[in-house]
Nanobody
């Protein structure tokens, strides 16, 4: 059974950092495109970053470029999202998602993904 479990969320002050983890079971991580998404209260879920299966190409939303970094550890079946220079606008529930048929041009679109985790809360506040 395919399962994605996010962890690493929490409360952090503006300017701080967090590293989120997406642990996968029931799938071979390197064969799936993995995306990170977030949803703030009253807003639609939006793509934050993604990493493709083939070659490990990555994409980032403009709002997080230069601050967030996605990476993948195939041996640990885990995808990470390192988040630096956090600000209150980054507050949201963060989700990871997986699908075997992700192309780079569409990898930040929620509708492209079949499998989703349950989410982890990130709150940026002083």
């Amino acid at each position: 059974q395919l399962q994605l479990v996010e962890s690493g969320g929490g409360l952090v002050q503006p300017g701080g950092s967090l590293r989120l983890s997406c642990a996968a079971s029931g799938l071979t991580v390197r064969r799936y495109g993995i995306g990170w998404f977030r949803q703030a209260p009253g807003k639609e879920r939006e793509g934050v970053s993604c990493i493709l299966s083939a070659g490990g190409s990555t994409n980032y939303a403009d709002s997080v470029k230069g601050r967030f970094t996605i990476s993948r550890d195939n041996a640990k079946k885990t995808v990470y999202l390192q988040m630096n220079s956090l600000n209150p606008e980054d507050t949201a529930v963060y989700y990871c998602a997986a699908d075997p048929f992700i192309v780079q041009a569409r990898c930040l679109m929620t509708g492209e993904y079949t499998y989703w985790g349950q989410g982890t809360q990130v709150t940026v506040s002083s």
